[in-house]
């Protein structure tokens, strides 16, 4: 509602804005001491693979750090990522979250950003979608990553809107687990070592999460809006089973590195793959693991400067057993057993890379390289329908899927950048990439980047850059005609007033988006094809403040005007508007409470779809953190207290009343950490 919209902005306004009331003189060498550690722990290596404090870095970082998460009584990634300005996090019909940034919906710009786990890139070159990463438990989390915006000139493909950079624990020793009333349960731990010598560390970081299911209710689903209603499963609970493991493993030295990672999502059907309600049976369908093996080989002399070289090798494994595809009798079959489907699709992702580094007077050259090989090392569907009639089937028969064993892609990539510290105040960034495809072509981002310190207090910055994202092999498997990659045009002016604990933010911000890959139908069949671009455009506010020693606020407000050019209308699915206000109260040293509100605006429709817009909503958490003992804390806290019926936009004629998502939940935690 405008006047929920117009009281969140005025209560912000007034917080951040207002002198209020100082904090309290601390002492000299104690302050300088805070701001030293608050300096290293804001170093980010995400914008230009340098380190560099992220108000320093051109384009726009946001840091995240996992302690404060916990705090706030963040879950996963994708519940710490609506904290960032623009950002916000949406789930489809089967479940899986997205990330939509500055008004990009996944039906207008899916696999947009890049999503990386301690700097490994897993996103998938053969389908769309990151849900294994976003499903991280933040216990697990040191801190993330975020570019808010283009980041192929460093990064390369899909990082056409963002990059998110999951690092995760690997320092000392340490053991947590939090349930909450819906049995709902995650628990890990973490185990570090160091050589005497200090030559070696490892680190092995292992979580567990789960979530029994049956606590979202669907309503008449898509079959009702074809008039197949008496043979639906709605309403009734939608199969919201789930469960997340990972095991991660790291050893480095002065000159070798290796990474082992493997993680695992397993999910129900929820809603249906086709918005058709599956049964009421609670158990996991889909099973994603991926599995990445990376050695890096570290040389550092006066003459060279700093060569890193890498080689890795990642597996995707995509398993579904008995996906519900529909009711028999929707295929004209008599009544019987469900049609469900059966998937088993293996890519297998291999690369060597290297970045070589060095100063030449007020110059900081990056000169990086590298060669990618994707193949699909299997690929099969199932389906119990006859592949010429389409008629239900006892036996299940092999359709012909549109990703096929041995489709494969080659990627070859150079890039070279040149960070020029012109004097104290000024320096640029710019540089380019060059990304060759066997398969789809080439693409050439250029970027640069200025970085003005005005005083003290005030940084500014300014940025041009180029992005990109080719198809996957799903969608050329999947075409209606020969796609060119997404490319994108992207501006952004920055103003950054003040010091970590008080400090204020302003960025505006343009993308022009071209050649869209959606999917749609035509006259000659359905399939993906490029259409008509798109852009965004709008104004990004965030601010902290720390009011005196026990109360510290924060949040940000985020105005985006996201426009499909093919019909002049708002992006169908978004919302002009985003904010986020949290108070932290911290009585005592060992004792602090948090409040974080997030509002959603009102969400747009399709030109096409009849219903109303989604209303806006706000919803509330609160969360307390108790140091019980020198190596316990005890956290507890409730997720939505106002129970807000806060919805997912389910595609026209699909779902009439949309995604329902979680209601008021309780929930208790501990974190065993010795040493802290």
């Not at 020793?173 to 050589?195: C, F, N």
């Not at 580094?357 to 590298?370: A, F, N, P, V």
């Not at 050649?515 to 965030?542: C, K, Q």
Request: net charge negative; proline share 5%.
């Amino acid at each position: 509602m405008a006047v929920i919209r117009a009281l969140v902005c005025l209560v912000l306004a007034c917080v951040f804005f207002t002198s209020g009331q100082a904090a309290e003189p601390q002492n000299n060498n104690d302050a300088e001491l805070d701001a030293l550690m608050q300096m290293l722990e804001q170093q980010t290596e995400i914008a230009t693979k340098t380190g560099l404090n992220k108000d320093f870095v051109p384009g726009l970082v946001s840091l995240l750090d996992g302690r404060d998460l916990e705090r706030r009584g963040m879950r996963t990634v994708a519940e710490a990522l609506t904290l960032v300005p623009g950002l916000n996090i949406t789930s489809n019909g089967h479940g899986a979250s997205q990330i939509l940034v500055r008004g990009m919906t996944p039906a207008f710009a899916s696999s947009t950003v890049k999503v990386m786990l301690n700097g490994v890139s897993l996103s998938s070159p053969v389908l769309r979608g990151n849900a294994a990463f976003l499903e991280v438990p933040i216990s697990q989390v040191e801190r993330i990553e975020i570019v808010r915006g283009p980041g192929s000139a460093v990064h390369g493909e899909f990082a056409l809107m963002g990059i998110v950079n999951i690092i995760t624990r690997n320092q000392g020793k340490r053991l947590s687990g939090e349930i909450d009333e819906d049995a709902t349960w995650s628990g890990g731990g973490v185990y570090s070592w160091q050589s005497e010598d200090r030559d070696w560390d490892f680190a092995l970081n292992a979580a567990a999460a789960a979530h029994q299911g049956g606590d979202l209710d669907a309503q008449s689903d898509a079959l009702y809006q074809f008039g197949f209603g008496a043979f639906s499963n709605a309403p009734g609970p939608a199969n919201s089973k789930k469960h997340y493991r990972s095991i991660l493993f790291n050893a480095d030295s002065d000159d070798y590195s290796f990474k082992a990672q493997w993680l695992q999502l397993g999910a129900g059907d929820f809603f249906g793959i086709n918005e058709y309600l599956p049964p009421d049976s609670q158990k996991i369908i889909s099973t994603n693991d991926y599995f990445n093996l990376q050695g890096e080989r570290h040389l550092r002399s006066s003459e060279l400067g700093e060569l890193d070289v890498r080689f890795g090798w990642t597996r995707i494994n995509r398993d579904v057993d008995r996906r519900y595809v529909g009711p028999p009798e929707l295929f004209g079959g008599p009544p019987g057993d469900d049609i469900v489907a059966d998937v088993d699709l293996v890519e297998d992702h291999t690369y060597a890379e290297f970045d070589l580094r060095r100063r030449y007077g007020d110059h900081g050259l990056l000169l990086s390289g590298g060669v990618a090989y994707t193949d699909v090392a299997k690929s099969r569907l199932l389906i119990n329908l006859d592949p010429a009639s389409f008629l239900p089937t006892v036996q299940k028969n092999a359709f012909f899927p549109v990703v096929e064993k041995d489709d494969d892609r080659w990627n070859y990539h150079l890039l070279a950048q040149d960070e020029w510290r012109i004097d104290d105040r000024l320096s640029l960034t710019y540089g380019a990439r060059f990304d060759d495809y066997d398969d789809v072509g080439s693409a050439f981002t250029p970027r640069l980047a200025a970085v003005y310190r005005a005083s003290r207090d005030l940084t500014l910055k300014a940025q041009f850059a180029h992005a990109f994202r080719p198809p996957t092999l799903y969608e050329i498997g999947g075409s209606l005609e020969d796609l060119e990659p997404v490319e994108s045009d992207n501006f952004e002016i920055a103003a950054i007033y003040g010091q970590q604990g008080n400090r204020v933010a302003v960025t505006l911000f343009h993308h022009d988006i071209r050649d869209l890959i959606v999917f749609n139908f035509t006259p000659t069949g359905a399939g993906y094809l490029n259409l008509d671009g798109a852009h965004s455009s709008g104004v990004e506010i965030e601010a902290e403040r720390r009011l005196n020693r026990f109360v510290s606020i924060d949040g940000n407000i985020s105005y985006t005007r996201p426009r499909d050019e093919s019909v002049d209308e708002d992006i169908m699915d978004s919302t002009r508007w985003l904010a986020n206000a949290g108070v932290r109260f911290t009585p005592t040293h060992d004792l602090s409470f948090h409040l974080q509100a997030n509002y959603v605006g009102e969400r747009v429709r399709a030109w096409y779809d009849p219903r109303d817009p989604i209303d806006d909503s706000i919803t509330v958490d609160v969360s307390a953190d108790w140091q019980a003992a020198p190596d316990l804390i005890v956290r507890s806290g409730i997720r939505n207290v106002g129970d807000v019926d806060r919805t997912y936009p389910a595609r026209a004629f699909t779902y009439a009343d949309d995604f329902p998502t979680q209601g008021r939940t309780f929930w208790l935690g501990l974190i065993y950490q010795p040493g802290i």
